[in-house]
């Protein structure tokens, strides 16, 4: 079983890749901007096709982890291409600009549509109790720490107020105008030993996050049901999810380039397949759409980051060659030190991933 589910977790991203390269492609047809080479997989060619239409060679490989999306010219640092009118760098930089952003945007549309199958299939989620702030984690020496609050404690108000999934949002209020350490209301222990406790805090500002700190991790959660709605609910519901975590993604990216934090916990597709295959034994196939909006949603604002050899710096180069009119010097030079630094930081993590296996 355990097989089955990691070839179903490379699938997976296969489909996620094929989807991100078919984006470059049809811009590229809607743009009439030639493709030089088209692959699904990667490795030892199966299959190969030629498109005498579109001067496109189409290829089918063996490792079904993704594809490629190959223009005539593209990253040519010997110039070799540079005289052939197919070349991309002969079309208008905004043709090529729509080019470069429909495979990070195919990511997004695709999570989007898995998401809005999943809740036409399954029913949207309403809360039908109220929502519930668990503490998971204290940071050493933080004002949570010195006031003892607790991993389990369950935070139900803050000076008075209620909590429910609005804790931020009170925690800064609260913080802005007291003079004094703020009073938390936590209730701990389970049964007959559950009570309440007043603990007394004063938050950190941090400029960082431009809010109030405690130094702890909250699990925010609510019981609910699936229930059956209208189209219109299955779209809200759907976009409300891509935006949450399209959120929490660009979050976890910000606290990773300024501070480092979530480092040691960064996974690649060792990582991932691994995660995937141990949830899917407690949560059965069903654990699939949902990893698939989540990383789909990642690789899709991952590649739109701003560093030499994604999507994002080769839209940062078009826009300046745009505006400019000419092409910046030695952009080929930087994307291929990109894509070096890349794949280095991948071969990295992919062995941190296996000696995490072991």
């Not at 999570?111 to 204290?138: M, N």
């Amino acid at each position: 079983m355990n097989l089955i589910y990691i070839f179903l977790a490379v699938l997976m991203f296969g489909f996620m890749i094929c989807v991100h390269e078919l984006g470059h492609f049809f811009a590229a047809r809607l743009t009439r901007i030639p493709v030089k080479e088209f692959a699904i997989g990667f490795g030892p060619q199966i299959a190969s096709w030629n498109s005498k239409k579109h001067e496109t060679k189409f290829f089918l490989r063996l490792i079904p982890m993704g594809g490629y999306c190959m223009f005539y010219g593209e990253d040519d640092i010997h110039k070799k291409e540079q005289d052939d009118p197919r070349a991309l760098s002969n079309f208008h930089p905004a043709k090529r600009l729509i080019t470069v952003l429909m495979g990070p945007v195919m990511n997004i549309v695709l999570a989007f549509a898995v998401a809005l199958v999943l809740y036409a299939f399954q029913g949207v989620p309403v809360v039908t109790g109220p929502f519930q702030t668990v503490v998971t984690s204290i940071n050493a020496d933080s004002p949570a720490d010195a006031a003892g609050m607790k991993v389990g404690d369950k935070i139900t108000q803050i000076n008075g107020i209620m909590v429910e999934d609005n804790l931020s949002e009170i925690l800064d209020a609260q913080a802005e105008k007291a003079e004094a350490p703020i009073a938390i209301t936590v209730e701990r222990g389970q049964g007959e030993n559950k009570r309440e406790e007043n603990l007394f805090i004063t938050p950190l500002y941090s400029k960082e996050d431009n809010r109030y700190l405690m130094g702890i991790l909250v699990n925010i959660s609510a019981p609910t049901e699936l229930k059956k709605g209208s189209i219109g609910e299955y779209v809200q519901a759907a976009f409300k999810l891509c935006v949450a975590a399209g959120g929490a993604i660009i979050n976890a990216l910000r606290g990773l380039i300024t501070t480092g934090e979530g480092f040691n916990e960064l996974s690649g597709v060792v990582g991932v397949t691994d995660a995937i295959v141990r949830q899917s034994q407690s949560a059965s196939f069903m654990v699939f759409p949902s990893m698939l909006i989540l990383i789909s949603i990642n690789l899709g604002i991952v590649n739109l980051f701003p560093f030499p050899g994604l999507d994002g710096s080769r839209i940062l180069f078009l826009l300046y060659e745009w505006l400019r009119g000419k092409p910046a010097k030695n952009e080929a030079y930087i994307h291929a030190a990109g894509m070096v630094i890349l794949f280095g930081f991948i071969i990295f993590i992919t062995l941190r991933d296996i000696l995490r296996l072991f």
